[in-house]
């Protein structure tokens, strides 16, 4: 994912009404499930339809790409119970929503490790990515086996044997040669990052590419997450200032005022 959002002016200045790229962390399942006194299951099926929720409504405002952090390589830490659960969730989520996906010109990618990943997972996303490699409405990205800091490792890895091979000078290396060996480096980099249950911290999620990103934290659990959430995520970032390194709008005309005078 790499490049300046086509949502935002170029030299900075405020942010126009629709970002192009959301990436959503969507947590608190379990909380929510806990503070209910029902099984953490039933909080990550209800977190499934507010998933369902979210990729309506960012198609409905015009969002190009929505990323959302589905598991990460560190859930693989979890009970192997909840890992299960989780696992199924996730094949009946492709095999029920896949056709409607389709239907709705969702284009379906996955970003993270999957070598390591049974074959029915495997296959299961290569097959979502095969059917809908066409579509052209929105992407969503299904952040799966994904941590940020494994796949820069990987991305080294791979910038280290083609500079072992003699394919690749490491003095010409750059942050866009970097980008290029990232999961997903045709997508454009997030201009919004959400996450909920009132956390304040990345967990180890698109750590390069949000370098420039806005965040909104929100205190609403995952599975209560609605279009008003979603509608107040976006207001704020409406109201941001992105200013990519330089200077905001006042300090530049100050800046010019202050040559002329």
């Known amino acids: 994912m790499t490049g300046t959002s086509q949502a935002v002016q170029s030299d900075g200045g405020l942010s126009h009404d629709v970002p192009r790229h959301v990436a959503i962390i969507m947590d608190g399942n379990g909380r929510w499930a806990t503070a209910r006194g029902l ?9 499934v339809e507010a998933l369902r929720r979210a990729v309506r409504i960012a198609g ?12 990460s390589s560190e859930n693989w830490k979890r009970p192997q119970s909840e890992i ?4 199924g969730l996730l094949k009946l989520f492709v095999r029920r929503d896949l056709a409607e996906l389709h239907r709705n010109n969702v284009r379906v990618r996955s970003i993270g490790e999957r070598q390591t990943l049974a074959p029915d997972l495997r296959g299961l996303i290569e097959e979502a990515e095969h059917l809908t490699r066409a579509n052209t409405k929105m ?17 080294m890895r791979q910038l280290a044997r083609s500079a072992l091979s003699g394919g690749l000078d ?28 009132g956390e304040q911290r990345l967990s180890n999620f698109l750590l390069w590419q949000a370098a420039y990103a806005e965040f909104v934290f929100l205190p609403v659990l995952w599975p209560d997450f609605d279009r008003a959430h979603f509608d107040e995520a976006l207001a704020a970032y409406r109201n941001r200032e992105r ?5 905001d709008r006042e300090e530049k ?3 010019v005022g202050g040559a002329g005078g």
């Open 243 to 247: 200013r990519f390194g330089g200077v």
């Open 253 to 255: 005309l100050a800046a």
């Open 60 to 71: 409905d405002v015009g969002i190009d790409v929505l990323t959302v952090y589905a598991f």
């Open 39 to 47: 099984p953490r299951f039933e909080g990550h099926r209800r977190g």
């Open 139 to 155: 992407t969503l990205v299904i952040a799966f086996n994904y941590g940020a800091r494994d796949e820069l490792t990987r991305a």
């Open 84 to 87: 299960a659960e989780l696992m």
């Open 170 to 197: 490491p003095e010409s290396i750059t942050d866009q040669t970097i980008s290029s060996v990232l999961d997903a480096p045709d997508l454009p980099d997030p201009d919004l990052i959400i996450r909920t249950s």
